[in-house]
């Protein structure tokens, strides 16, 4: 079946602009997760949804960050007034429910580059 | 917090041998253990997911451990293989959904 898809693949934005990241996960996964991976940083966590609502969302760096999710499915990333910083590779990923027993799926992530 | 650690960060080896990637983690109240493999430019693929009841994992030529009391896992590839070289992460999740990931080992297997 598919598996976790994301768009776009790339993106080069000028600093101080607004970008969205979408997340498309694998049907019927009701959690969905989004991690950035940055060469200084490794792999971070940055927010968790169960069905539409988002319980954890500890790992947003700053307000600039947002995400919601729509329908239990596709969840958009929006980073407003984009900084320098904000450049890594921004993966989603899904699992089947919530809890630490569940097996979590990556997409191909989007490899944000702000200029 | 939970910290998990790869050792080494970087391992070369001929093809046709055996290896094993270490992960170390602070937190022993782990739900379950991933490790994934990642390739250049691309996202992460699992490779096998350990739960906290369980003591080993296997793959086809990969073999992964948990040892919650010691806070250790390992990943055991047999007879590697060219197309096994990528970046292999593990990451520990602590019921709180989100999975802390180590550094990764980079994997080379020269033909």
């Given at each position: 079946?598919?598996?976790?898809?994301?768009?776009?693949?790339?993106?080069?934005?000028?600093?101080?602009k607004?970008?969205?990241?979408?997340?498309?996960?694998?049907?019927?996964?009701?959690?969905?997760?989004?991690?950035?991976?940055?060469?200084?940083?490794?792999?971070?966590?940055?927010?968790?949804?169960?069905?539409?609502?988002?319980?954890d969302?500890?790992?947003?760096?700053?307000?600039?960050?947002?995400?919601?999710?729509?329908?239990?499915?596709?969840?958009?990333?929006?980073i407003?007034?984009?900084?320098?910083?904000?450049?890594?590779?921004?993966?989603?990923?899904?699992?089947?429910?919530?809890?630490?027993?569940?097996?979590?799926?990556?997409g191909?992530?989007?490899?944000?580059?702000?200029? | 917090?939970?910290?998990?650690?790869?050792?080494?960060a970087?391992?070369?080896?001929?093809?046709?041998?055996?290896?094993?990637?270490?992960?170390?983690?602070?937190?022993?109240?782990?739900?379950?253990?991933?490790?994934?493999?990642?390739?250049?430019?691309?996202?992460?693929?699992?490779?096998?997911?350990?739960q906290?009841?369980?003591?080993?994992?296997?793959?086809?030529?990969?073999?992964a451990?948990?040892?919650?009391?010691?806070?250790?896992?390992?990943?055991y590839?047999?007879?590697?293989?060219?197309?096994?070289?990528?970046?292999?992460?593990?990451?520990?999740?602590?019921?709180?959904?989100?999975?802390?990931?180590?550094?990764?080992?980079?994997?080379?297997?020269?033909?």
């Amino acid at each position: 079946g598919a598996g976790v898809s994301q768009s776009p693949s790339n993106k080069v934005t000028e600093k101080g602009k607004d970008v969205e990241l979408r997340c498309d996960p694998i049907s019927g996964h009701t959690a969905l997760y989004w991690y950035r991976q940055s060469l200084g940083q490794g792999l971070e966590f940055l927010i968790y949804f169960q069905g539409n609502s988002a319980p954890d969302k500890s790992g947003l760096p700053s307000d600039r960050f947002s995400a919601e999710r729509t329908g239990g499915s596709v969840s958009t990333l929006t980073i407003q007034r984009t900084q320098q910083e904000d450049s890594a590779v921004y993966l989603c990923a899904s699992s089947l429910g919530a809890g630490g027993g569940y097996e979590q799926y990556f997409g191909p992530g989007t490899r944000l580059t702000v200029t | 917090k939970q910290e998990v650690t790869q050792i080494p960060a970087a391992l070369s080896v001929p093809e046709g041998e055996n290896l094993v990637l270490n992960c170390s983690f602070t937190d022993s109240a782990i739900y379950n253990l991933q490790w994934f493999r990642q390739d250049p430019g691309k996202g992460l693929t699992s490779l096998l997911l350990i739960q906290s009841s369980q003591r080993e994992q296997t793959s086809g030529r990969l073999n992964a451990s948990l040892d919650k009391s010691s806070g250790r896992s390992t990943l055991y590839i047999a007879a590697s293989q060219p197309g096994d070289s990528a970046t292999y992460l593990c990451a520990g999740n602590t019921g709180f959904q989100k999975l802390v990931f180590g550094t990764g080992t980079r994997l080379l297997v020269s033909p």
